[in-house]
């Protein structure tokens, strides 16, 4: 696209900042509408991280269990 540029680094390497990418093997819900909102454009509606929080505090130790 036209807004992009070109940046000649020189053979270094050009990196986004620091992301700390994870993810916790035990948990319960889905982020999955979030994402998709999110990657469509719409703005950031607050719920994010809380809603698998609520959600695994609700579940059950058996559902957790099943899951992991």
């Keep these: 696209p036209a807004a992009d ?3 000649d680094a ?10 700390d990418s994870h993810t916790h093997i035990v948990f319960a819900g889905d982020r999955g509408a ?3 909102a999110r990657m469509s454009g ?6 994010g991280i809380r809603s ?5 505090r609700a ?3 058996a559902d957790l269990l099943s899951t992991a």
């Design 10 to 19: 020189a053979g270094r390497c050009v990196i986004p900042g620091f992301v």
């Design 42 to 47: 719409a703005p950031y509606q607050a719920g």
């Design 34 to 36: 979030e994402f998709a």
């Design 52 to 56: 698998t929080v609520a959600a695994t």
């Design 59 to 61: 579940a059950s130790d």
């Design 5 to 7: 540029v070109r940046v």
